[in-house]
């Protein structure tokens, strides 16, 4: 194995509020698969190892890899050990991501468009979800999702304009103005390292409308999914997104598992 993936799992794991340990170990491992730190194919270490690097039971580490297994991120061959699976199944709603991330296919990126960046009063909608009242200063970034051509989706993100603290640092405004053909949440997770979550998607079906029939080149009465997405950071409402997709952007995956 290598000596990356070595450090990677053998830092203690500590429970996170509101998260079963197994979950915490599973996002571990499952972090070090999708970063390529274990690759398709590589046998992962034992049990023991495992629960030795990262300071848990054997029990709580063997519950962390029957999730893994289930879900398809490594597979058990009897008597020989734990492999990563030779092909990794696509990340689905069910994880914090851009959604320039989560609405890409194998082979096929997708543009980000920008339509507008502005900022301005929060609405009654965005102000719970981003943490501060009505009329608040905030910035609204629209885009267009591009997959293969063909506009797939209508993203409009919000934040704060007003200065926040991240981490132990004083609070201050943030520097999102730039334009890297990103999504608003790509930048803040640059930005900021890594967002704290925890995150919730909310999926409902709509009418896509007038404005956004015209920017998917779609009718007006045409159904579209709607993905609302929260995110909180240092445990308070930071971010909130609405995205409305088209047919043409195909299946989306929800993975779900039990958590007892």
């Excluded at 030779?86 to 990340?91: F, N, Q």
């Excluded at 967002?195 to 920017?215: D, F, R, T, W």
Aim: proline share 7%; aromatic share 4%; charged share 20%.
């Amino acid at each position: 194995m290598h000596q990356d993936a070595v450090r990677f799992l053998s830092q203690p794991v500590a429970a996170q509020p509101g998260a079963p340990l197994r979950v915490t170990v599973y996002s571990r491992i499952a972090e070090a698969i999708r970063n390529g730190l274990l690759t398709p194919g590589s046998m992962i270490p034992t049990e023991t190892e495992l629960g030795t690097d990262m300071k848990v039971s054997r029990t709580v580490v063997r519950e962390a890899l029957m999730l893994l297994e289930e879900d398809g991120l490594i597979r058990a061959r009897r008597g020989v050990g734990r492999f990563v699976s030779d092909t990794l199944p696509r990340i689905g709603m069910e994880r914090i991501q851009p959604f320039e991330d989560a609405l890409a296919s194998p082979g096929q990126q997708v543009e980000v468009k920008r339509i507008q960046v502005v900022r301005q009063a929060a609405s009654e909608f965005v102000a719970p979800g981003i943490g501060v009242e009505p009329g608040t200063d905030c910035w609204l970034w629209e885009s267009v999702l591009i997959r293969d051509g063909e506009a797939i989706a209508h993203l409009q993100e919000n934040v704060t304009a007003q200065p926040v603290s991240v981490g132990k640092g004083a609070a201050a405004p943030l520097d999102i103005e730039g334009d890297g053909g990103a999504t608003l949440l790509a930048v803040l997770t640059k930005q900021l390292g890594r967002l704290a979550g925890p995150g919730e998607c909310q999926i409902s079906l709509s009418q896509v409308g007038p404005s956004g029939a015209k920017l998917l080149d779609l009718r007006p009465s045409d159904p579209v999914l709607v993905l609302t997405q929260y995110v909180r950071n240092a445990n308070r409402p930071f971010y909130l997104a609405k995205c409305l997709v088209s047919a043409r952007a195909g299946h989306l995956s929800v993975m779900q598992q039990f958590q007892s």
